[in-house]
């Protein structure tokens, strides 16, 4: 088992940037594939990106290509969401997991979930 805890979230106006990060304790945090998503009130929780453990290639939904980057620091057990260009729609809760497995997109690939962090957009 993975133990993760988000911070950085906030708010920030329409265009800003934030970066969320993800410490990981417990097992060999080297060893999982990381992901990020986040969930809007009343709408399902939904990829936002992932990185794999051993080739360390990644995975962005389309609706943040190009403005988000997910990268990860195995010396210090982190993975990172560098949010760019944010808009109101991207206003959720985001959450850190962790996945044995191979399959990005899903939630239920993913074994350990952190508390979440809330990230707010003003227009």
């Known amino acids: 088992q993975v133990q993760l805890v988000e911070s950085g979230g906030g708010l920030v106006q329409a265009g800003g940037s934030l970066r969320l990060s993800c410490a990981a304790s417990?097992?060999?945090?080297?060893?999982?594939?990381m992901g990020w998503f986040r969930q809007a009130p009343g709408k399902e929780r939904r990829f936002v990106a992932a990185?794999?453990?051993?080739?360390?290639?990644?995975y962005t939904a389309d609706s943040v290509k190009g403005r988000f980057t997910i990268s990860r620091d195995n010396a210090k057990n982190t993975v990172y969401l560098q949010m760019n260009s944010l808009k109101p729609e991207d206003m959720a809760v985001y959450y850190c997991?962790?996945?044995?497995?191979?399959?990005?997109?899903?939630?239920?690939?993913?074994?350990?979930w952190g508390q979440g962090t809330q990230v707010t957009v003003s227009s």
């Open positions: 990185i794999s453990w051993s080739s360390g290639r990644t």
């Open positions: 997991a962790a996945s044995a497995s191979g399959n990005y997109y899903y939630p239920r690939s993913y074994g350990d």
């Open positions: 417990g097992r060999t945090f080297s060893s999982y594939n």
